[in-house]
C-alpha cells in the first residue's frame, strides 16, 4: 500500500522569501502525486498534480513541484511567499490501478511572516 | 456548480447521541469519500463509494459508524452511539472516475466539525 511522509509540521516564512515543502512517497512503482491546500475553516483544495512526463509540473497560485524517482519525493516550490499563502498543505499519493482513494500526508502548516 | 455540498457545517452533541453527517456531491461524479480530520490522526480515508455501491470501508474505525448512498446525489455518515473520541473534522469529497478522474482529483467539501462532550 502507498504512504507518504510530510517531514515537516509546521513551517514559517516572511513574505517574499521562497518555499520548499517537502513530501517524501512509498509506492511499488511511479504513483500519481498530488498537492492540495487547506484554507482555515476550508476543505482541501488541489494545487497540482503529477503522473507522467515532465517531472516539474507546475500549479495553480504560482506554485510548482519536482518528482524525483531516485529520492522517492515531490517537493512543492514557490519562488516568492505571499501573506495569502499560509494554510496547512497536504501531499497525496495514489495507486495506478485498482483502488482509486489517495492517501494523505499529515500535512505541513505554512506561516507567512510580514 | 455549487461543489461538494456538506451539512451541518457544526454539531456538538452529547455522548451517546447518535449524529448523521451529510453529503451531497458534484452532479456527475461516480466516486464518494467520507475522511476524518484529526490532528493525531491527519486525513483518514473512512469509506468510499463508486455508483452507490461501497467498495472500501476498511477505514470505518468501529461497527458505531456507518455510511449509506442512497443515490447519486446523496450520501450519510451515521455515528451511533458517539463518544468524545469522535470528535473530528468530516469531510466528503467527489471525484469523476475511470481515467480521467485523475484529471481531476477530489473535490472536497468543507467539512463538519463534529464535537462529542
Known amino acids: 500500500a502507498q504512504s507518504v511522509t510530510q517531514p515537516d509540521i509546521h513551517i514559517t516564512v516572511s513574505e517574499g522569501a521562497s518555499l520548499e515543502l517537502r513530501c517524501n512517497y512509498s509506492?511499488?512503482?511511479?504513483?500519481?502525486l498530488f498537492w492540495y491546500v487547506q484554507s482555515p475553516g476550508q476543505g482541501l483544495q488541489l494545487l497540482l498534480k503529477?503522473?507522467?512526463?515532465?517531472?516539474l509540473v507546475q500549479g495553480i497560485k504560482g506554485f510548482e513541484a519536482e518528482f524525483k524517482r531516485s529520492q522517492s519525493s515531490f517537493n512543492l516550490r514557490k519562488p516568492s511567499v505571499h501573506w495569502s499563502d499560509a494554510a496547512e498543505y497536504f501531499c497525496a499519493v495514489g495507486a495506478r490501478g485498482g483502488s482509486e482513494k489517495l492517501v494523505f500526508g499529515k500535512g505541513t502548516k505554512l506561516t507567512v511572516n510580514p | 456548480d455549487a461543489g461538494v455540498i456538506q451539512s451541518p457545517r457544526h454539531e456538538v452533541t452529547e455522548m451517546g447521541q447518535e449524529v448523521t453527517l451529510r453529503c451531497k456531491p458534484i452532479s456527475g461524479h461516480d466516486y464518494l469519500f467520507w475522511y476524518r480530520q484529526t490532528m493525531m490522526r491527519g486525513l483518514e480515508l473512512l469509506i468510499y463509494f463508486n455508483n452507490n455501491v461501497p467498495i472500501d470501508d476498511s477505514g470505518m474505525p468501529e461497527d458505531r459508524f456507518s455510511a449509506k448512498m442512497p443515490n447519486a446525489s446523496f450520501s450519510t455518515l451515521k455515528i451511533q452511539p458517539s463518544e468524545p473520541r469522535d470528535s473530528a473534522v468530516y469531510f466528503c469529497?467527489?471525484?469523476?472516475?475511470?481515467?480521467?478522474?485523475?484529471?481531476?482529483?477530489?473535490?472536497f467539501g468543507s467539512g463538519t466539525r463534529l464535537t462529542v462532550v
Open positions: 509506492y511499488g512503482a511511479t504513483p500519481y
Open positions: 503529477y503522473f507522467s512526463g515532465d517531472t
Open positions: 469529497a467527489s471525484s469523476l472516475g475511470d481515467r480521467p478522474y485523475f484529471n481531476y482529483g477530489y473535490t
